[in-house]
């Protein structure tokens, strides 16, 4: 930009606002003339971003990533490399909490 004082900034920055509305109907009569198509708002997928359950999901994983970089720094743990977090707390939380673990 090469701003060296506010007065070429304030002149630089009126510039620009004065070509952008040019240059933005440029692109867009170029877009339509090529054939293009702007994309907008994927309506349809809106659900699945926010149910609950994917909410959820995702602070789940959150919460066993945490869960091992804590449990990572404890003289003596077990190695568990990253493919296998979600079997080994699957394998915990059943031992504990339903006495269906190994």
Same mark, same amino acid.
């Given at each position: 930009?090469?701003?060296?004082?506010?007065?070429?900034?304030?002149?630089?920055?009126?510039?620009?606002?004065?070509?952008?509305?040019?240059?933005?109907?440029?692109?867009?009569?170029?877009?339509?003339?090529?054939?293009?198509?702007?994309?907008?708002?994927?309506?349809?997928?809106? *659900?699945?971003?926010?149910?609950?359950?994917? *909410?959820?999901?995702?602070?789940?994983?959150?919460?066993?990533?945490?869960?091992?970089?804590?449990?990572?720094?404890?003289?003596?743990?077990?190695?568990?490399?990253?493919?296998?977090?979600?079997?080994?707390?699957? *394998?915990?939380?059943?031992?504990?909490?339903?006495?269906?673990?190994?």
């Amino acid at each position: 930009m090469y701003c060296i004082t506010p007065l070429s900034f304030r002149l630089h920055f009126s510039r620009i606002k004065s070509r952008l509305s040019g240059w933005i109907t440029f692109l867009i009569q170029l877009l339509i003339t090529l054939g293009g198509e702007i994309k907008g708002e994927d309506v349809k997928n809106i *659900a699945y971003y926010e149910d609950p359950l994917q *909410a959820k999901w995702k602070r789940y994983k959150l919460i066993v990533v945490e869960y091992f970089l804590l449990y990572s720094r404890i003289p003596g743990g077990l190695v568990i490399k990253e493919r296998f977090y979600y079997q080994y707390i699957h *394998a915990v939380l059943s031992h504990n909490h339903m006495g269906l673990g190994p």
